[in-house]
């Protein structure tokens, strides 16, 4: 477990309540409406995808808020129905790196970050990111994904 500081960002974003066996899904859908927003409007994109958690469950069922968020850069004076900009904040948090399929995100992902907070004493806001530096696919032993959780 590390610990950092991010500054804020420009993005693009769509909001959605949804429990966590719906993100795969409204993921592709809103992530693609964000980029043709972002091709749209002329923007230039500076980084990987985020995506922001708020109140994440310790299930699969219960809902709650994630926004899928592109960093992107230009003129930010038209809107693209549906889709939003907004400046994501500065987060202080601690993280880890993450490389595997989504099925061992929460086992061996979240789990490891999770253990590390409790050892260290951390008092977790109720913000969390995922980063994506490498996207293959679900089932690819290549992704990487940096889980991050915002720390008081």
């Not at 859908?29 to 043709?36: F, G, T």
């Not at 699969?60 to 003129?75: A, Q």
């Not at 409790?118 to 980063?131: Q, Y």
Request: glycine fraction near 8%.
């Amino acid at each position: 477990m590390k610990e950092k500081s991010i500054a804020s960002q420009r993005v693009l974003f769509i909001g959605r309540e949804l429990s966590i066996s719906e993100i795969a899904d409204q993921a592709s859908v809103c992530c693609a409406e964000i980029i043709s927003a972002a091709e749209d409007l002329g923007l230039e994109v500076v980084g990987p995808w985020i995506f922001v958690s708020h109140k994440m469950p310790n299930n699969s069922n219960d809902r709650f808020r994630i926004e899928f968020c592109l960093p992107v850069e230009g003129d930010f004076e038209e809107q693209i129905e549906g889709v939003r900009y907004q400046l994501l904040p500065a987060l202080h948090c601690i993280y880890e790196d993450y490389r595997g399929p989504l099925s061992d995100l929460f086992s061996h992902g979240y789990a490891k970050l999770f253990e590390g907070a409790r050892a260290a004493g951390c008092r977790l806001t109720d913000e969390s990111r995922e980063v994506y530096h490498n996207w293959q696919g679900p089932d690819s032993l290549d992704n990487h994904i940096e889980l991050q959780f915002g720390i008081v």
